[in-house]
């Protein structure tokens, strides 16, 4: 059935832009975490959709509350007040620590980071914005500049004013899978400088510094990353490195944004917010995925002092916060909170980790299993010594095996070697 419908997909490639793949498999029903093809077979869905299943497919408790709405009124734009918007902004504010309680609705991640990227540079009357390698943080106009993953390949001067400095490789180390013994600086996780002590953290800390002073000088807008970094392969930093980034940025008067479209919602099972388990403190949060369990909703809260920089004249979104968005919004926080999925992710992610370290140490190809809570990667390798990324097209092939057993993982990555979870 799996070539069969590659062939369906061929024989419409031809409505399709460039050449967008898509996995063999005509899904057509879900309930929480099993979908079904029009076969009848169930997948377990450990990927929910690019990590925004956040409560589970059709989650029973937001198929009733949208319902409800949807018989009631979709859309006025917002020019006018609506009950279910006043609803949310309360009970999403709720979530997040003071000054952080300003909140603008928007559809996607895309469109959060690029109002968060326009409220850096409004804010602070700078261009500059600094980004980590490997980060993926939107794909329209603007956020592909912030997007560095070499996997994506942007062939537009998207990155003016775009500086992006080396993201902490805790897994292979400063040089690259470069070996202790052959480095000055040691890499190795076995070493005492990883993951997060001593000079391995201070290069990347060092690099960033850098960047910062040479090419952004003191006139810098911003700094833009995620807590884990997501499709770049569940990429963790060194303990600390954020809260001295985010300190050299601050001390230069620029903003900190922290991406939570993959990381929030309890997802980290620690923490509701990822930038909390790292104890800093960003003047900008964006979300999007998980916010609205699949459905177009994203957001960007800020301080009121930042958000007092644009008015209705500088910032318009038709869908932005429609009724059906806010409510299937709410629903969810309700459903997140008594269903305890933030204590879930912590529990499940654990037990998770502690059966996946088995793999790594009974199969070659498990290089790294890393993560935190529900946020979880297995990095494969052609061997355990060199590091060497297995071929994507290897990773692809289990990727396509484990589904073909019933199972949906991601994978990602700046080598696409990495299996998401
Ligand atoms: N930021 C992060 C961290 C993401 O993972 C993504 C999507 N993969 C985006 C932003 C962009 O979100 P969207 O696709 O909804 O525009």
């Not at 799996?2 to 490639?13: D, G, N, P």
């Not at 939107?138 to 400095?165: C, D, E, R, Y």
């Amino acid at each position: 059935p799996y070539e069969y419908l590659q062939q369906v997909h061929q024989a419409h490639s031809g409505y399709l832009g460039g050449k967008l793949y898509r996995r063999p498999l005509l899904l057509h029903q879900g309930h929480m975490q099993w979908l079904w093809d029009t076969d009848g077979r169930r997948y377990l869905d450990l990927f929910g959709g690019i990590v925004t299943i956040s409560v589970g497919h059709c989650h029973p408790k937001v198929v009733e509350a949208v319902t409800k709405q949807i018989h009631q009124l979709w859309h006025t734009t917002n020019l006018y007040m609506i009950p279910s918007f006043y609803e949310y902004i309360e009970k999403l504010a709720a979530t997040l620590p003071e000054p952080l309680k300003v909140i603008f609705l928007v559809n996607s991640g895309s469109e959060a980071n690029d109002l968060a990227l326009f409220l850096a540079r409004e804010h602070t009357g700078n261009f500059d914005m600094l980004t980590l390698g490997g980060a993926y943080h939107g794909a329209s106009s603007q956020t592909m500049g912030l997007t560095s993953l070499s996997t994506w390949k942007f062939n537009l001067p998207t990155s003016f004013g775009i500086h992006v400095t080396m993201c902490p490789d805790v897994f292979r180390g400063v040089w690259g899978g470069a070996h202790c013994r052959d480095s000055p600086v040691q890499t190795l996780r076995s070493c005492s400088c990883l993951p997060g002590s001593c000079h391995a953290k201070n290069m990347y800390v060092q690099c960033f510094q850098n960047v910062l002073e040479s090419s952004v000088g003191k006139k810098v807008a911003g700094f833009i990353c995620e807590p884990i970094q997501g499709v770049n392969g569940t990429v963790q930093y060194p303990k600390g490195f954020l809260k001295e980034v985010y300190d050299m940025v601050h001390s230069r008067s620029g903003l900190c944004i922290a991406d939570e479209v993959q990381t929030g919602f309890g997802r980290l099972g620690s923490h509701f917010w990822g930038f909390q388990s790292h104890g800093v403190m960003p003047d900008i949060v964006t979300m999007a995925k998980g916010i609205g369990n699949g459905f177009p909703l994203a957001a960007v809260v800020t301080t009121r002092e930042i958000a007092d920089n644009i008015g209705q004249a500088k910032h318009f979104n038709t869908f932005g916060g429609n009724p059906l968005s806010c409510t299937v919004g709410s629903a969810v926080l309700d459903v997140i909170d008594e269903d305890g999925t933030q204590a879930c992710s912590a529990e499940m992610g654990t037990r998770l980790m502690q059966a996946l370290a088995k793999l790594r140490e009974e199969f070659w190809v498990v290089g790294d299993v890393r993560g935190k809570g529900l946020m979880i990667g297995l990095e494969l390798v052609t061997d355990k010594e060199s590091r060497t990324p297995l071929p994507r097209e290897e990773v692809a092939g289990i990727a396509q095996d484990v589904m073909e057993a019933g199972v949906l993982l991601g994978t990602g990555g700046n080598h696409n070697n990495t299996l998401r979870i």
